[in-house]
Every structure is written in C-alpha cells, then in structure tokens.
C-alpha cells in the first residue's frame, strides 16, 4: 500500500488546523458517553433478559430498594417497603 498511513494524516491536518483539537475532543467526549450509556443500559437495565434459560424475567426479581433508574430526583430506594405480591 502506498502513501502515508492514516494516523501521520491526521496528524499532519490536526497541525495544520489547530482550532479542529477541542472540535475532536467534545465529539470524541460525546462518543465515548453514549458508548458508555449503552452499555450501562444492556448490562444492568432490568428490561433487557440476556440469559433466556435461567433467569427469564428478571424484572420480577428486583427488589423494592433497588434503583434501577439512571438518576432518581426525589425517590429514597433505601426507606420504600415491598408492596406487591412475590410470584
């Protein structure tokens, strides 16, 4: 493969043009947040089953003092009592 390599041409454009690093460092800052978001919300959001054979509702098994929300404003999970029945 001829020419330069990718990462020298970023490189040489990013010195070129040195008001494009905070451009490249907010959208590399917003990427890495939904990555991370996404994430959160496939590994620990009580909507989403992974494992179909053991535990197939895992919704069911959430107590209530745990927060499955990603921010509660007004909400102490801590104090609430189970007020639904166990199935």
């Known amino acids: 493969m001829k020419g330069p390599l990718l990462g020298a041409m970023f490189s040489r454009h ?3 043009h040195p008001g494009l690093v ?3 460092g907010f959208i590399s800052v917003g ?3 939904a990555v991370l ?3 959160r919300l496939a590994l620990y959001s009580p909507d989403v089953s992974w494992d179909r054979k ?13 927060q ?3 921010m509660a404003v007004s909400t102490d999970y801590k104090s609430l009592k ?6």
């Open 37 to 39: 978001y996404l994430l």
């Open 14 to 16: 990013v010195k070129r």
């Open 82 to 87: 189970k007020d639904r029945p166990s199935f």
């Open 68 to 70: 499955y929300k990603f």
């Open 31 to 33: 990427l890495g947040s």
């Open 22 to 24: 905070p451009l490249i």
């Open 54 to 66: 053991n535990n197939p509702e895992p919704w069911n098994k959430l107590g209530p003092t745990d």
